[in-house]
């Protein structure tokens, strides 16, 4: 978890990605660190870089935002 607080913040039980869910350079270099990154379906993802917290398996979108569940 460590390795992700510049990109990630606890926000009460949610690892919320803090930019947003159109910022696909920080979602590249987030998952570019994480250990735990596993691509999702390809059908699930939407950024043309696999390596992106955006086609991660362990994010969840949430209505304004996406988390990270592979911490809890």
Known sequence: MMQLKPWY???????????????????REAAQTC???SP?????????????????MNRR???DGVECIQFK
């Open 9 to 27: 913040q606890l926000e009460g039980k949610v690892f919320r990605f803090r930019f947003g869910t159109e910022n696909s350079e920080a979602s």
């Open 35 to 37: 250990k735990q990154f």
């Open 40 to 56: 999702d379906d390809e059908d699930e993802q939407i950024d043309d870089t696999l390596v992106s917290c955006y086609n991660c």
């Open 61 to 63: 979108w949430l209505i």
